[in-house]
């Protein structure tokens, strides 16, 4: 009863060695072995866990495993069969099992098949991106890895540079709007001088309080020279009205300056220097903000130049010398094994059910 299991796992063993060993197409594979150098040494490194272990920087991990995803990409498949006409290496040549099918088909089968022979792995040990390209011609398999190189290392640019290009955009549109923020603060300062009439508000009044205390010390002392001609002078007496007149003169004075300086109904010299003031801080804070912005769009201008990557090749895309593709003694052994390990549980579950019809 177990026959023709046993008939059917040596008809696949046979057939499978039989593909493995004859029929299957040889693929030749060129492998390369890249990093990513970037230009700016100065700029801080991040750590992370994996970092930790392998002793390459997170930053650099990040960018290799972008590179990794944009060249086992759909973009990156159809700008490739652009270039090296892969749709129809792959569907016109090696065996009926292991080429494409369909010359014309989907896209995401193309893409499904496309990923078989295409491999891109980051080694987390040494934190070096391995290439690996499958092909039925030891030309087009260097080609394929050569172009690959080529076009991770152009769109890791691209990346890089159209960020620090909108960062400088950004930072140029920030300085052309705090300029013009400055010129109208300027102008501001400038159209109150000339409402006022003052150039610098703050030495008027610092003249005119002067002006007060010359006034008060002379007042004091016309006080103080009344109270001595009091003491020896009739109450009428010429010199006595001659120094009352002085006073009242000085103390109208007094208080006309104080009124210009300070009153409470405001509309004074020291309102004055608190708008004046104000709008001068305005002015000078405008005129910080432009200075601080200025720095920070040469800084991005210097990181703009610094975002290249450069491919650093540890190993060059090889041109393949003998095909490491199938590996054909292995997967026959793998085959066959597989079908003495169904045939076996097969058998299993055969005597199990004839125990039970018993």
Do not use: C
């Not at 299991?5 to 057939?15: E, G, N, P, Q, S």
């Not at 912005?293 to 040469?298: C, G, H, R, V």
């Amino acid at each position: 009863r177990s026959a023709p299991v046993l008939w059917a796992a040596a008809l696949f063993i046979a057939l499978s060695t039989a593909y493995w060993l004859a029929v299957a197409s040889d693929r030749y594979v060129s492998e390369a072995r890249v990093t990513l150098a970037r230009a700016d040494l100065s700029s801080g490194q991040t750590m992370d866990f994996a970092s930790l272990i392998s002793g390459a920087t997170g930053g650099n991990r990040a960018d290799q495993l972008l590179l990794r995803d944009h060249l086992r990409s759909i973009d990156m498949l159809r700008k490739l069969d652009a270039e090296l006409k892969l749709r129809e290496h792959f569907s016109g040549q090696g065996d009926w099992l292991s080429r494409l099918w369909q010359t014309d088909a989907p896209i995401e089968e193309f893409h499904r098949h496309f990923l078989k022979r295409v491999s891109v792995e980051l080694d987390e040990f040494s934190g070096v991106l391995v290439i690996q390209a499958q092909a039925y011609t030891p030309e087009m398999a260097q080609a394929i890895t050569t172009a690959l190189l080529a076009e991770g290392e152009r769109h890791m640019n691209a990346l890089g540079h159209e960020l620090a290009q909108e960062q400088v955009q950004f930072l140029e549109r920030q300085v052309g709007e705090l300029n013009e923020r400055v010129k109208q603060t300027r102008a501001a300062v400038l159209s109150y001088q000339n409402h006022k009439g003052l150039v610098s508000p703050q030495a008027t009044a610092e003249n005119l309080a002067a002006i007060v205390a010359r006034l008060e010390a002379q007042l004091a002392e016309l006080q103080t020279r009344r109270t001595g001609l009091q003491s020896f002078l009739q109450p009428k007496a010429p010199q006595l009205a001659e120094v009352n007149a002085q006073i009242a003169a000085v103390e109208d004075q007094l208080k006309r300056e104080r009124a210009r300086l300070a009153a409470p109904e405001g509309g004074t010299l020291n309102k004055t220097v608190e708008e004046f003031q104000r709008l001068q801080l305005d002015a000078e804070f405008a005129q910080r903000v432009l200075t601080t912005a200025l720095t920070s769009l040469e800084r991005g201008r210097v990181d703009a130049s610094r975002t290249l990557k450069k491919v650093q090749v540890m190993q060059s895309p090889n041109l393949p010398e003998h095909p490491l593709q199938p590996r054909r003694l292995y997967n026959a052994t793998v085959y066959a094994l597989a079908a003495l390990l169904v045939a076996g549980v097969l058998q299993l579950l055969l005597a199990i059910v004839r125990d039970h019809q018993d």
